[in-house]
């Protein structure tokens, strides 16, 4: 059975290692070379990409992008959690239905639905229309452009990569313990917040980091509804290897994303191994 097993993981461990680890290898080995006058590689080794990343212009695009991947987060936590909440009190049919809903925009491509949003925010879109037909504005309002349309096209793309892992912590969720609870003459508030939240956070703090790390990288949303006015540290890196042509800064860059991803991704494994532990011990 055991050979089996790893039969069957043959191909999917062929497949990360072939198109997942053999590229990012690349990036590794090109962050530490340098760029030629043209913008030809030259395999000369050097840390100088690395201490680039340093200069205040960086540092504080970076800043920047961690302040917008924290409000994404946060707003999608804020819209997710109580969707996946609601979702988890209907009736099984319902359920699937609403979870339909949640997956359908996987089904359509992520750069036509940022061209969806231009559309309904753009001086004469959908939303500046209804308004001045309402009667309730004389001017088109500035809505494209702007870090708030950034924020909103974040949040829109994003949203679904929390609401599932909520949705299926609160499906585990252990119901005698709500009923014992209500038992004990706990208010549905005191239930919530005693009961209801902590076991679910296993499902809240995944889903939050992959909004946050999915949000880190992101730069087609940047691109496209904020311009030139907005630029994240995704549209830096994607500078570097398109406009610019120094693929080793680009590469450092990305490496500098892919390190604070994994030791975000560590904190969670760590904390989640102590709360095992707290929960074995009590």
Known sequence: ??????????PGFLW????????MLFV???????????????YEFTLANYARFFESLYVQIFIETLLVSVGTT???????YPLA?????????????????VMIPFWINF?????????????????????????????????????GAVLLGMVYALLPFIILPIYVSLE??????????YDLGATPAKTFWHITLPLTMPGVVSGCILVFVSSLGMFVVPDVMGGAKSSLFGNVIQNQFLSAR??????????????????MIYLYYRATKMQEKQEGRG
């Open 1 to 10: 059975m055991k050979n089996k097993g790893k039969l069957l993981a043959l």
């Open 16 to 23: 990360l290692t072939i198109f997942f680890l053999v590229p």
């Open 28 to 42: 590794v080995m090109l962050s530490f070379l340098k760029r030629g006058i043209y913008g030809q590689i030259v």
């Open 74 to 80: 946060i707003i999608c936590l804020l819209l997710g």
């Open 85 to 101: 909440y609601m979702i988890t009190r209907l009736d099984r049919k319902w359920q699937n239905l609403w979870l339909l809903l």
């Open 111 to 147: 750069l036509v639905r940022s061209y969806a949003w231009v559309i309904i925010l753009r001086t004469q879109g959908l939303v500046n229309t209804v308004l001045q037909s309402l009667g309730l504005i004389d001017q088109p309002l500035t809505l494209l452009y702007t870090p």
């Open 172 to 181: 585990q969720l252990d119901r005698k313990k709500l009923e014992a609870a």
């Open 246 to 263: 120094d693929w080793p800064f680009g590469s450092a860059l990305s490496m500098v994303i892919v390190l604070f991803s994994i030791i």
